[in-house]
């Protein structure tokens, strides 16, 4: 059973407007959130993050937020714009020490793509 | 420059072959892991080396071995591989500090086909 779910393949959305991209995730002991983004033929680039004791953080055109409650996860980004087209992926993980060892599980992504 | 890097970007193997993976990163990072996508489904955690120490073998068949020399390489060596086995294989990397984890990097992947 997958622990984090991106429930939507693909997003297709108009420049300038907003993309909302959603994430569920079941286990309650994850305790950080990211949001990944991937260009094809490259590695998955770390976008934002955010930890369990907040509901929202921003930086530039990109805001992640939790609600804990519903164990949800968003990522709007405002204004899109065409090189956003990418596949993000949200991961959670536990960001304190121990065994952990900093381990993420990933979703399966959502495909991105923004129209000029 | 994800100060991640990986090779050979692409490689086409036949069953009975024999090869490496090899990763470097050049960010002072003490974990390391090996991650394979395979198509329309998500990133799926292989191996995890925490300070050189292997912590997570994630069930992974034994045809996949890890080797972490320091803690700047990591090498993932193959061997009877099966075609299932074709996928992209990531290797990232983090840093553990001031009590936390903090993000991993990822480097561009090496796209391999077993025929």
């Not at chain 1, 004791?53 to 519903?70: C, H, M, P, Q």
């Not at chain 2, 024999?18 to 329309?40: I, P």
């Not at chain 2, 998500?42 to 994630?58: D, H, I, S």
């Not at chain 2, 020399?69 to 075609?83: A, I, V, Y």
Request: charged share 20%; aromatic share 12%.
């Amino acid at each position: 059973d997958q622990q984090v779910k991106q429930n939507s393949p693909s997003l297709s959305v108009q420049e300038g407007r907003i993309s909302i991209l959603n994430c569920d995730y079941t286990n309650s002991m994850f305790d950080y959130f990211l949001w990944y983004k991937k260009y094809p033929a490259e590695g998955p680039t770390f976008l934002i993050s955010i930890s369990s004791i907040k509901d929202k953080n921003e930086d530039g055109r990109f805001t992640v937020f939790l609600n804990k409650s519903a164990k949800h996860l968003s990522l709007h980004i405002v204004p899109s714009q065409p090189g956003d087209s990418a596949v993000y992926f949200c991961a959670e993980g536990a960001e304190a020490g121990g065994t952990s060892y900093g381990k993420l599980t990933f979703g399966q992504g959502t495909i991105l793509t923004v129209h000029p | 420059e994800t100060g991640v890097t990986q090779t050979p970007r692409h490689l086409v193997m036949g069953m009975t072959n024999k090869k490496s993976l090899k990763c470097e990163q050049h960010l002072g990072h003490n974990a390391m892991y090996w991650y394979k996508q395979s198509a329309k489904k998500p990133l799926e955690l292989m191996f995890v080396y925490n300070f050189k120490e292997q912590t997570e073998n994630n069930s992974v068949p034994s045809r996949f071995s890890p080797e972490c020399p320091n803690s700047s390489h990591l090498f993932l060596h193959l061997h009877t591989l099966q075609p299932e086995d074709s996928a992209l294989y990531l290797c990232a990397s983090s840093l553990y500090s001031g009590g936390r984890w903090n993000e991993q990097f990822f480097g561009p992947g090496t796209r391999l086909t077993v025929l």
